[in-house]
């Protein structure tokens, strides 16, 4: 699998309505430490939205189109989180590729070493044979650096997550309710004077089968090419020690993007 940023066509959208269903690929993974605010505010809002269109045509005509959207909400004391993306691949008039996620997330008290944190999720991979998975948690989040230029934190807690798999035709179908251990490592920080790094790790694992984990890397660069405009380059991989039916243990996405800030 490999991804061409070929963009001959950049339309930057209005804010994307914003198709929810973890974070690319099948797995439930959110890079949500690269959208925290780090300004020390009372009440700050924040955001952006990015788009990548490309449209090639040889043998056959491609169409690729990849759209985000994130809102951060601080009240000095609380932290609030909304974020969203959708991806669509065309053939050829055939649809390959269609996946998206909305992820909403809580952080009492996020200046404390020690947070509460809730967050909601719900996610579709068409191209995977997920026809829905929708999840909800809460775990603490523990702050182990903090700069102005790199931060480290760790989270661990519990969610309930229910998903829907079914293949083309409809023949096999699969629902699953699970109760899931999950525990992250997350790490931001600016590598050179115009390249930040955002990178989180999960591993999830149904308590009775700690040895059968869900590990899952989000790495993400963003290049500044002026002060509200950046380029994306993400690669997400998921290990499932226990896959779906129509799914491999090992998948992985490479995403190409720009993205505007305010």
């Known amino acids: 699998m490999y991804c061409i940023f070929n963009i001959r066509v950049i339309s930057f959208l209005v804010f994307p309505f914003i198709m929810f269903a973890a974070a690319p690929s099948v ?6 430490e690269r959208h925290r605010i780090q300004e020390d505010t009372v009440k700050t809002l924040s955001g952006g939205f990015g788009a990548g269109l490309e449209i090639s045509k040889n043998t056959s005509q491609i169409i690729r189109l990849n759209n985000s959207a994130d809102l951060t909400y601080s009240t000095g004391l609380h932290e609030f989180l ?9 053939v050829e008039g055939e649809n390959v590729l269609n996946d998206g996620f909305i992820h ?28 829905r998975r929708g999840l909800a948690g809460a775990a603490l989040r523990i702050r182990f650096a903090q700069s102005e230029n790199f931060s480290a934190f760790a989270s661990t807690g519990l969610m309930f997550e229910n998903e829907l798999w079914e293949d083309d035709e409809g ?23 115009n390249l930040d790094l955002a990178a989180i790790s999960y591993y999830q694992a149904r308590p009775d089968r700690m040895h059968k984990p869900r590990f899952t890397s989000d790495w ?7 002060e509200n405009l950046r380029f994306v380059f993400q690669f ?8 779906p039916f129509r799914s491999s ?3 992985y996405k490479i995403n190409n993007m720009l993205e505007v800030r305010f």
Do not use: C, H, M
Request: glycine residues 4%; proline residues 2%; hydrophobic residues 40%.
């Open 82 to 90: 909304l974020l969203g993306r959708n991806s669509f691949l065309r």
């Open 236 to 243: 997400v991989s998921t290990y499932d020690s226990d896959p």
């Open 171 to 193: 023949a096999l179908r699969e629902e699953r309710n699970l109760l899931k251990s999950t525990t992250s490592v997350n790490l931001r920080g600016r590598i050179a004077e």
């Open 220 to 226: 993400q660069l963003r290049f500044r090419i002026s």
């Open 104 to 131: 909403l997330r809580s952080v009492l008290y996020s200046r404390n070493v020690i947070a509460p944190e809730f967050f909601l999720q719900a996610q579709y991979n068409l191209d995977w044979g997920l026809k």
């Open 27 to 32: 797995s439930q993974v959110v890079n949500v």
């Open 249 to 251: 243990d090992f998948i």
